[in-house]
């Protein structure tokens, strides 16, 4: 597809339960970026993978968080044991990167709304 | 660590002020620079990036090295400009980082 496609659009899941939120990037991007947005408050970076590795995850909360890629394309976020805090809207966002000043534009998908209840 | 910083979380504007959102870096090499804007209901989108040295919907930001700053300046709002807005930079390989945000909000 030509843009970030993410899925579902809208997930709503029971307190405990386990998530997982999938991210389609650009075709040939070969960064990928996973952030949060809760209610009213900023963009809050929860990982970052060039290629299949993941060389910053420092934004992930818990170790019930986790993200992998395959195949330089497809990530999957997966929340385990949800709790309440956790109700968001997670978005992910792609970029060529690579070279300095030249591929660095990030390109956002619409975001996945987590309710957990 | 590269930082960002966006000092004000909300602005309030009235129609057709200037409007002047604040932006502040910590890379002490050559930045690449950018804005983000998210209106309502819509997916983040990029607005300009500082190499470009372009203006988009009339707002422009000039990188200022000796500041490290990157301010986005409209001499007068509108309306329509009322959204979330944030500054992010990348240097060298780095991955980009993201200021906490800034609301815009016009007031007719």
């Known amino acids: 597809g030509a843009g970030v496609s993410q899925s579902p659009s809208n997930k709503v899941t029971e307190k405990g339960k386990d998530v997982e939120l999938r991210c389609d990037p650009i075709?040939?991007?070969?960064?990928l970026y996973w952030y949060r947005q809760s209610l009213g408050q900023g963009l809050e970076f929860l990982i970052y993978f060039q290629g299949n590795s993941a060389p910053d995850k420092s934004g992930l909360p818990s170790d019930r968080f986790s993200a992998e890629r395959t195949g330089g394309s497809v990530s999957t976020l997966t929340i385990q044991r949800t709790q309440q805090e956790d109700s968001a809207v997670y978005l992910c966002?792609?970029?060529?990167?690579?070279?300095?000043?030249?591929?660095?534009?990030?390109?956002f998908g619409e975001g996945s709304w987590l309710t957990v209840v | 660590a590269q930082r960002v910083t966006q000092p004000e979380k909300l602005l309030s504007v009235f129609k057709g002020a200037p409007v002047e959102l604040k932006c502040n870096y910590s890379?002490?090499?050559?930045?690449?620079l950018f804005w983000y804007v998210q209106y309502s209901r819509q997916r983040l989108q990029l607005l300009l990036r500082?190499?470009s040295r372009e203006s988009i919907k009339g707002f422009t930001a000039d990188l200022n090295k000796g500041e490290t700053s990157f301010h986005l300046k409209k001499p007068f709002a509108q309306e329509e400009d009322s959204a979330m807005y944030y500054c992010?930079?990348?240097?060298?390989?780095?991955?980009?980082?993201f200021g906490t945000g800034t609301k815009l909000q016009v007031i007719p």
């Open positions: 500082h190499i």
């Open positions: 966002a792609s970029s060529l990167t690579g070279t300095p000043n030249s591929g660095n534009t990030i390109y």
């Open positions: 992010a930079s990348s240097g060298g390989y780095q991955k980009v980082t």
């Open positions: 890379y002490s090499g050559s930045p690449e």
């Open positions: 075709s040939g991007h070969t960064a």
